[in-house]
């Protein structure tokens, strides 16, 4: 099975940046649709983007235009660089696959496709 491990969280002011690492480890791993989902005290988890083995991608309205993700499917690394980012913005960030093909019926958007999922890291933006 996949194991997946998220870095780079932290404390950042309005405006700064933060990039995000998801490392997949495993022998069933073989460039797995990946998303990113964050989930902010009070509120429910909500979808900011995901990435296909093509690399082919989508993003939430809420982050599109300052958010980018990527892979390299050679190291097995999906990543999130975050720029101008707002309060709003704060919140667990945390990575999953699907590995089972979820995402094909279900869309990248919903995260009942992604079956396999990391612990979670911080991302804090003060204002």
């Known amino acids: 099975q996949v194991t997946l491990v998220e870095s780079g969280g932290g404390l950042v002011q309005a405006g700064g ?33 995901a990435i296909r083995w093509s690399k082919s991608t989508d993003y939430a309205d809420s982050v599109k235009s300052r958010f980018t993700i990527s892979r390299d499917n050679a190291q097995n ?4 660089q ?6 709003e913005d704060t919140a667990v960030y945390y990575c999953a696959a699907d590995t ?28």
């Open 100 to 127: 089972r093909g979820g995402s094909v019926v279900r869309g990248t958007r919903v995260h009942t496709a992604y079956d396999c999922w990391g612990q979670g890291t911080q991302v804090t933006v003060s204002s």
């Open 77 to 80: 690394t999906v990543y999130l």
């Open 17 to 49: 940046s933060l990039r995000l690492s998801c490392a997949a480890s495993g022998r069933t791993f073989s460039g797995y649709p990946m998303g990113w989902f964050r989930q902010a005290p009070g509120k429910e988890r909500e979808f900011v983007a």
């Open 82 to 87: 975050m720029s101008s980012l707002k309060p």
